[in-house]
């Protein structure tokens, strides 16, 4: 299943050993789900991997945070958007994640933000919003 996997899901999946965040991540590093990553995400990974405040109450540090990040990154495929679709997110910076989403032919974007998502003025009937907790409960 190819899926987009939002930051607020990294983030929860260093802070949390035992969530569903971290499934997620588990079962992309066990090539179960083939995340993607464009341009934008991985600025806007890099951007939250730089702070240290969602990262406060992690029990890892930043070297294991690192090592992770990067096999994270390393089980990413690659996608190149060349059509914006802007479908018009509440919050603007979203829209790479659909854009992403729809470019790389992902079924679901997984995140925690999925209202915003749902709001979206453009819509794509096969692709789906899906929380940490829901991606696993369908595997």
Not at 52 to 66: C, G, L, Y
Not at 69 to 91: E, G, I, K, T
Not at 93 to 111: K, M, P, S
């Amino acid at each position: 299943m190819r899926i987009v996997v939002d930051t607020n899901v990294f983030v929860a999946a260093v802070s949390s050993p035992d969530g569903a965040s971290r499934e997620v991540l588990r079962r992309c590093l066990l090539d179960r789900y083939e995340p993607l990553m464009g341009q934008a995400l991985l600025a806007e990974y890099e951007s939250v991997l730089a702070r240290a405040e969602p990262f406060a109450t992690s029990p890892i540090d930043e070297s294991e945070r690192d090592a992770l990040w990067a096999a994270f990154a390393s089980r990413c495929q690659w996608v190149r958007v060349y059509y914006l679709w802007r479908p018009n997110l509440p919050d603007e910076a979203d829209n790479h994640v659909v854009e992403l989403a729809v470019a790389g032919g992902a079924e679901a974007i997984v995140t925690y933000n999925t209202r915003d998502f749902e709001r979206a003025e453009l819509q794509f009937p096969g692709l789906r919003l899906l929380r940490p907790r829901e991606l696993i409960a369908e595997d």
